[in-house]
């Protein structure tokens, strides 16, 4: 995916990763990061061109989902194979509606959609949850030999994003709603 790399990680450490050693918790770090704000966001933030989205229809509109958001833009239709006219379909909002006839089907749109480039804010906490995962050192953090008592630190893998991460995060991501009933009338 590579949303952010090792250069904008040590850019932020202020230093040069120390070994390869790091460099590879490092790499593993920004995967895992870069996952966990995708699936948090609900966003991937590449930019598509022309890619084919595939979706049911039950009746004749189809809400398009929240992850090919910002910037769609729609270039053909198809119900079942079937190329549809444009003047035979409307979207508004995240909603495609279509003009009377298929009601149950498969909708394929050819759309392009996404960011031109990660917003820098989604950068900077991909950034912030690896060195902060870089800075856990597992293992043994205290003992005690009366009574016998040993206590472990966390590891990274256990720590997902932190509360900051996701308050930076929270515009990106799609908040519930409360639901309101679509109207099978289409805009035609």
Avoid at 11 to 29: F, K, S, T
Avoid at 63 to 84: M, Q, R, S, W, Y
């Amino acid at each position: 995916m590579g949303l952010a790399t090792a250069t904008d990680v040590t850019a932020r450490l202020g230093r040069p990763l120390a070994d390869e050693l790091e460099a590879a918790r490092v790499a593993a770090y920004l995967a895992d990061a870069e996952a966990l704000v995708i699936d948090w966001c609900g966003s991937d933030f590449i930019q598509h061109q022309d890619e084919p989205i595939a979706l049911p229809l039950y009746g004749d509109q189809v809400e398009i989902p929240h992850c090919h958001f910002p910037g769609l833009k729609l270039t053909a239709v198809e119900v079942d194979g079937t190329a549809v006219l444009p003047e035979d379909w409307k979207l508004i909002g995240d909603t495609l509606y279509l003009r009377a006839g298929t009601s149950v089907g498969t909708v394929t749109l050819t759309a392009s959609w996404g960011w031109p480039a990660p917003p820098p804010v989604v950068i900077q906490v991909i950034c912030a949850e690896v060195i902060r995962w870089l800075a856990v050192s597992p293992g043994t953090i205290s003992e005690k030999t009366g009574e016998l008592e040993v206590e472990y630190a966390q590891t990274a893998a256990d720590a997902g994003l932190s509360h900051t991460a996701k308050a930076s995060l929270r515009r990106f991501r799609r908040q519930a709603r409360s639901i309101h009933l679509r109207r099978s009338v289409t805009p035609f």
